[in-house]
């Protein structure tokens, strides 16, 4: 899963929920359903994906325990692999959800 996706991820969901907070659309509930889904399935595709690319072979149904449980085991893989350079990845994390809230403000600026 290529960064960029997420960037935009975490983009739009701010926009959408500017949009909800301005216009008290019912557009929010649809990006909030979207959202529930969407973020732990990127999460566990880019689990998948980095341990195909480092070639480590992951326990039965790995992909659904993370899907399931991302908040948890993401960080866990993330440190079982990189060990301390997963603090790099988390603040990268870290970054694309204050560029959400920055997008959640400037839309809420731009829309007002």
Do not use: K
Not at 3 to 21: K, N, Q, R, S
Not at 23 to 28: H, K, L, Q, R, S
Not at 75 to 80: E, H, I
Not at 90 to 112: G, T
Request: negative net charge.
């Amino acid at each position: 899963m290529h960064a960029a996706v997420f960037w935009l991820y975490f983009l739009a969901m701010g926009i959408c929920d500017a949009t909800h907070d301005q216009y008290e659309t019912n557009f929010f509930g649809l990006s909030a359903l979207a959202s529930g889904w969407l973020l732990p399935f990127m999460v566990d595709a880019w689990v998948v994906a980095d341990a195909q690319r480092r070639n480590r072979q992951l326990c039965y149904d790995f992909d659904s325990f993370v899907f399931f449980a991302a908040a948890i085991l993401a960080p866990y893989y993330l440190f079982a692999t990189r060990r301390w350079r997963a603090i790099i990845t988390l603040s990268i994390f870290l970054a694309m959800w204050l560029a959400e809230v920055a997008s959640y403000y400037l839309s809420r600026e731009i829309f007002s």
